[in-house]
């Protein structure tokens, strides 16, 4: 893993902890994956942070996405989009940064994306 990325996942962590519990980070080739109760839910890829979604949970995410399309967010912001998707492609999308700013909001959204997790992987056995 590399410097910069170490550096954010040992940021990372401590918040999704005290929001969510057990989280764990395992290194992936060219990301770092998040895991709760042996469940991926979470990726940091290119420096970002991408949350696992499904139908039930994406509409938060088309909003943010939506508001920085026509200019409503901040212009630095509109740069996270230019480093593609991580390989899962939709189902894990970029983390908006206010997320990050309280333990409730990562809490409200990293819960979701741990459910949308859990359907996935039902789905998936």
């Known amino acids: ?14 918040l999704m902890r005290a929001a969510l519990g057990k989280v764990e980070a395992r290194d992936m080739s060219d990301a770092t994956g998040f895991y709760l ?3 991926l839910f979470g990726i940091l890829s290119a420096g970002l942070l991408h949350f696992r979604v499904d139908q039930q949970t994406s509409a938060p995410y088309d909003t943010w996405e939506q508001a920085i399309k026509e200019g409503e967010e901040e212009e630095d912001t509109k740069d996270m989009f230019s480093h593609g998707m991580p390989t899962g492609g939709l189902k894990f999308r970029v983390v908006p940064p206010f997320v990050l700013d309280t333990e409730d909001s990562m809490a409200e959204w990293g819960k979701r994306a741990w459910e949308s997790a859990k359907r996935a992987h039902k789905a998936s056995v």
Request: aromatic residues 0%; glycine residues 6%; proline residues 6%.
């Open 1 to 14: 893993m590399d410097n910069d990325r170490t550096s954010i996942v040992q940021a990372l962590l401590p």
């Open 37 to 39: 109760d042996g469940v």
